[in-house]
């Protein structure tokens, strides 16, 4: 028996077809399964779908997202609220396939307690508190370059169309495996330089950021924000993880980007 969970953004709209999206399931014969569900419905916007990510982030190998929009149409969230019943129908029938993106892995390590490793869907990103971000960065082990700035953000592809398009960085096709770091306020005069431009990195190179002054760090993953102290180095590679999406129907990848930034309403 197919099992699945339901996320709602919490405001009226969505919470009322959270309810019908769960009678309906049930109906079918489906179990509601908020612990290890095979499906996620996710009921709100792209943020809403981040947090199921994060919820469900330790079952990726088996769980599958598809995303209902009661705002805007979304990256991840391409299901109109008038195409429930159609949604729950190819859910119940099994009439989908399942198509995985890549996901950024950062593990922060610190001098005097263990490393952290996380997952992020769209981005991470380190800025400094209160002073000049000054960060070595360092390229498959070979010191690249020393970046002062505000910070710098490193993104997925599919998270490439987020923070990472409104920094200047490039548009990647969702299915690249590929991670992209880009500049925030970098200061680039005759005695600082940085390279200046987004950097996009294939599966298998890693970015190490290893800060040169000791100093906290206002760090984000997705919507999560920490601020970290004692850090040694920050790295940055694509996730051997992929999150799994539900796909019922083509919905190009291009013509979601056209409808998001070009299309007039």
């Known amino acids: 028996m ?8 919490r405001d009226e709209q969505s919470n009322e077809l959270m309810q019908l999206a769960t009678t309906y399931l049930q109906d079918f014969g489906l179990e ?28 990726l190998d ?7 929009h009661t705002g805007h149409l979304g990256f991840y969230a ?5 195409e429930l019943e159609k949604l729950v129908l190819s859910i119940a029938k099994r009439d989908f396939r399942v198509v995985a993106y890549p996901l950024l892995e950062m593990v922060v390590e610190h001098h005097h307690s263990p490393s952290e490793h996380h997952l992020a869907l769209n981005e991470a990103t380190v800025k400094s508190p209160d002073v000049t971000l ?12 020393r970046f002062r700035g505000d910070g710098l953000c490193v993104s997925t592809p599919s998270g490439s169309t987020a923070y990472n398009k409104a920094l200047g960085g490039a548009i990647i096709h969702p299915t690249l495996p ?3 770091m880009t500049e925030i306020a970098s200061i680039n005069n005759r005695v600082f330089r940085t390279v200046g431009s987004p950097l996009v990195l294939p ?25 970290k102290k004692d850090i040694k180095s920050i790295t940055f590679t694509v996730a051997e993880q992929r999150i799994r999406f539900a796909r019922f129907r083509p919905f190009p990848f291009w013509e979601r980007v056209h409808e998001s930034f070009v299309a007039n309403e």
Not at 50 to 55: D, G, K, S, V
Request: glycine residues 4%; hydrophobic residues 40%; aromatic residues 8%.
């Open 2 to 9: 197919m099992k699945f969970s339901v996320q709602s953004r």
């Open 62 to 68: 088996t769980v599958s997202f598809v995303g209902i």
């Open 134 to 145: 000054v960060m070595d960065v360092e390229l498959n082990d070979e010191h690249f370059e």
């Open 32 to 59: 509601l399964d908020e612990e290890s569900p095979d499906v996620v419905i996710s009921i709100g916007g792209d943020g809403t779908l981040l947090h199921a990510f994060h919820r469900y982030s330790h079952l």
């Open 203 to 227: 599966a298998h190179h890693k970015c190490v950021l290893k800060p040169v002054n000791e100093q906290s760090f206002n760090m984000t993953v997705d919507h999560i924000q920490v601020v």
């Open 78 to 82: 391409d299901w109109k609220p008038s």
């Open 178 to 180: 590929a991670i992209q």
